[in-house]
C-alpha cells in the first residue's frame, strides 16, 4: 500500500473515529479499523503536549506546536507505528449530538500526517514526537490527534491519542521582535523618501531660497562693516588715478612682475617755451626728457 493510499484511509478513518465520538456511530474504513468496534489490538496511545499551560493547551498561529505520542505495546509480538496525524474541528454545541435540531461538528483543517514506520517489541514503550502549525482564526477547537498502528501481519488499526478542547491564538508582539523592527524600517524609510520627494517637487517652487551672497548693496554693507581702519600715516597717495586712493605703506604683494616704468614714479620739472608760457614735462628716472 502506497503512503497516499494509507494516508488518505488514515484521513477518512480520523474523520469517522472524531464524529463517533462527537455526534454519532460511522462504519469504519475499508483496512483501517476504528478501534472503538475493533479493539483486537492491545496498544496503547496516548498523546500529550510537554509546553501547555495549566489553563489548557494554546496553539500559536505560526508557530510549531509540539506534542509527544507515548505507545505501549502489549502485545505478544511486535507492532508498527505508520502514520500520527491530526484534525481540528469546531466545537460542538450544547445538544447537538442528540437527535434535537443542533448543529453537528465539522472539520475545520486536517493536520500534517506524518510517516514514522517505527517497530516496537512485546512489552516495550516508544514516545514519538509530532509537531504542526497553524494559521487560523483565534477561537476555541477541538484538537483530533490519533495514530495508524499495524500488527505482525500488517493489519492496521487507528488509536485516538488526543480529542480535547484547544485555543487557537495569535503570537504575541514585542517591540524587539526582529520582524517589527524591520518593518518600522520599511516605514520610516518610505515616509523620508516621501517627505523628501514632496518638498523637492512643491516647497522648493513655492518658496525660492535666497541665494547665500545676497543683493550688492548688502554686501557692500557687509565688506564695509568687516573692513580694517588704515593708519594716516600708512597711507599713501597715487598719483594719476581716476580718484583718490590710498594703500598701505606694508607691501602684501610681489613687485618682481611689475614693469620698472610703473614703479618708477615720474618727477615733475618746469621749463620755460617761446610763448611766454609754462608747461611741465615728465622725465623719467634714467631716461630722457621728452
Known sequence: MGLSKLSTLFLLSLGALSANGATKKAPPSEEVDNPSTTPALSVDVRATFPQSEIFGVKVINGHATQSVFSISNNEAEPVTVALIGGSLWTIEPIG???????????????????????????????????????????????????????????????????????????????????????????????????????????????????????????????????????DPTDQVGVVGADGPAVTSGTKAYDESWIPAHHINRPEARRIKSGGGGSAVKSKSRGGKAE
Open 96 to 230: 447537538g449530538g442528540g437527535g434535537g435540531g443542533g448543529r453537528e461538528s465539522r472539520i475545520i483543517r486536517n493536520l500534517t500526517t506524518v510517516k514514522y514506520n517505527v517497530e516496537i517489541p512485546p512489552g516495550q514503550k516508544e514516545s514519538l514526537s509530532y509537531a504542526f502549525t497553524t494559521d487560523l482564526q483565534p477561537a476555541e477547537m477541538r484538537l483530533n490527534l490519533a495514530a495508524v498502528v499495524g500488527d505482525s501481519k500488517g493489519k492496521k488499526y487507528t488509536f485516538q491519542a488526543y480529542n480535547e478542547t484547544v485555543t487557537v491564538v495569535e503570537p504575541e508582539t514585542s517591540l524587539l521582535d526582529p520582524q517589527i523592527i524591520f518593518l518600522y524600517l520599511i516605514l520610516l524609510a518610505a515616509f523620508t523618501g516621501t517627505a523628501y520627494f514632496i518638498y523637492r517637487t512643491w516647497i522648493t517652487t513655492l518658496f525660492p531660497q535666497r541665494r547665500g551672497g545676497g543683493k550688492g548693496g548688502e554686501r557692500a554693507k557687509a565688506s564695509s562693516r568687516g573692513s580694517k581702519k588704515v
